[in-house]
């Protein structure tokens, strides 16, 4: 179906997600990913997409990695001037390759996916600031498949 909530970028608070490809046999997998989901992350989807929900997974995925770091529990929301750690965006892109490969092979999906992630989390003003002194802006691009 033919939506905005289905277009990329996909985005929340400062976190925008990109998806070049197809994850095999979603329909199949669907409900796993659903429930690896919180109340929270779960009523951020609007579209019906394989991509957006991996986008909402890769928001639960970093979440977690942020607030175990940080002793936080159940927080879905950068701090005012807080910057999203490069590797936690990096090790929550990988959990959600591996979880979704896990449960394409629970499902005994034999089709070949291809996971073509592409994510950011900065501040907007961190942009302009990454123009001008060429700092590290926190983003990450995996493929795989």
């Not at 909530?5 to 669907?30: D, E, T």
């Not at 909402?56 to 529990?73: D, H, I, P």
Request: net charge negative; aromatic share 8%; glycine share 4%.
């Amino acid at each position: 179906m033919t939506s905005e909530a289905n277009c990329h970028p996909f985005a929340h608070q400062r976190f925008m997600w990109m998806h070049n490809g197809v994850v095999s046999s979603f329909s199949l997998i669907k409900r796993r990913l659903i429930n690896r989901l919180s109340d929270y992350t779960f009523s951020l989807l609007q579209g019906t997409t394989d991509s957006e929900h991996c986008f909402v997974l890769y928001l639960q995925c970093f979440f977690e990695l942020r607030n175990k770091a940080s002793g936080r529990t159940d927080s879905y929301a950068l701090d005012d001037g807080e910057e999203a750690d490069p590797e936690m965006l990096r090790d929550a892109m990988l959990n959600v390759i591996q979880l979704i490969n896990q449960w394409l092979e629970e499902a005994e999906v034999s089709e070949r996916s291809l996971m073509n992630f592409a994510g950011t989390a900065t501040n907007p003003h961190s942009r302009r600031h990454m123009a001008i002194n060429r700092s590290i802006h926190p983003s990450i691009d995996l493929t795989q498949g």
